[in-house]
């Protein structure tokens, strides 16, 4: 079954200290890793798109990592601000005819002042 | 930069009742498609429709009807609601170019609350 899964669910940091999002995922056939950030009450949007061929993509101070053998990925945010506080989630796309998307639940972040 | 259009907001439904979700994408995009959000788990996907007039089922699709007779226009619709079909419901638009990397964009959803 494809499943996508993330963690820790929920995470409290300082604003300014870095953190890291872990992704596991067993979907097949593989087409692409997307990292979604969704603020409360809102609809998630895209932070980074990565292929089977890439392992590291930035937007900004968030950073995505992919190891294809693995099936792992992490999402590394630096430099945090408190407007980084919302839910990260992870969705890997299997390659058919039609972006099919498997959801995690998410990993809740909170950047304390 | 309208982008993906999702009315109403927010809905309280009596159970029994029927009602339609509109969803409208600005970018000219082929795939369009519905999901809901329940806490502790991950988008599901309901119905999507790879163009005009092609629509398809999803992973949760029983209770609820598509149609996309425009290229701008997918409307969700709720048969009779039942009160398991309290969630909160994205609908999302994106390109057939790039052989399916290319980005999803969502709406802001739709908060529905069936009694």
């Known amino acids: 079954k494809n499943q996508v899964e993330q963690s820790p669910q929920s995470l409290i940091i300082l604003e300014g200290k870095n953190c890291t999002l872990q992704c596991n995922y067993t979907v097949s056939p593989f087409s692409n890793l997307r990292w979604y950030k969704q603020d409360t009450g809102r609809g998630p949007v895209s932070l980074t798109i990565?292929?089977?061929?890439?392992n590291t993509k930035s937007n900004g101070r968030y950073t995505a990592t992919l190891d294809a053998d693995t099936k792992q990925s992490s999402l590394h945010i630096t430099a945090s601000q408190l407007s980084d506080s919302a839910s990260y989630i992870c969705?890997?796309?299997?390659?058919?005819?039609?972006?099919?998307?498997?959801f995690g639940t998410g990993t809740r972040l909170l950047v304390s002042p | 930069n309208a982008g993906v259009t999702q009315t109403p907001k927010f809905q309280v439904l009596k159970t029994g009742q029927s009602m339609t979700l509109q969803c409208a994408q600005d970018?000219?995009?082929?795939?369009m498609s519905w999901y809901r959000q329940d806490p502790g788990m991950g988008l599901r996907l309901i119905h999507y429709s790879v163009g005009a007039g092609i629509t398809d089922q999803g992973e949760v699709p029983n209770g609820y009807n598509v149609s996309r007779s425009t290229t701008e226009d997918f409307p969700l619709r709720l048969l009779s609601a039942a009160p398991s079909q309290t969630s909160v419901y994205f609908c999302?638009?994106?390109?057939?170019?790039?052989?399916?990397?290319?980005?999803?964009?969502f709406g802001q959803g739709t908060r529905l609350t069936v009694v």
């Open positions: 990565m292929t089977f061929s890439e």
């Open positions: 970018m000219n995009h082929e795939y």
């Open positions: 999302a638009s994106s390109s057939r170019v790039l052989q399916g990397n290319s980005e999803a964009f």
């Open positions: 969705v890997v796309s299997a390659n058919t005819g039609f972006q099919k998307l498997v």
